[in-house]
């Protein structure tokens, strides 16, 4: 069995109070608007980037965690 070596990034959830930390995270990494950010945060769960290298999967897991997301590597 080989280990595939992307992963799809899913955004499950956010911590109360911790909406907008999260759009601010979100906006630059879809590269979105306010009004979209918003909309994609409110719309959860939701893939924010499929089939990435897993470094830069980890590395956008790291941000949205810290910006108060549930995120899960898949």
Known sequence: VTESTTSTV???SFADGKKIPLIKAVRPILDLGLLEAKNFVEDLPK??????EKEE????K?????????VELK
């Open 62 to 70: 790291k941000i949205l965690e810290e910006a108060g997301g549930t």
């Open 57 to 60: 999967a980890e590395k956008l």
């Open 47 to 52: 893939v924010v980037k499929e089939d990435i």
């Open 10 to 12: 899913m955004l499950i």
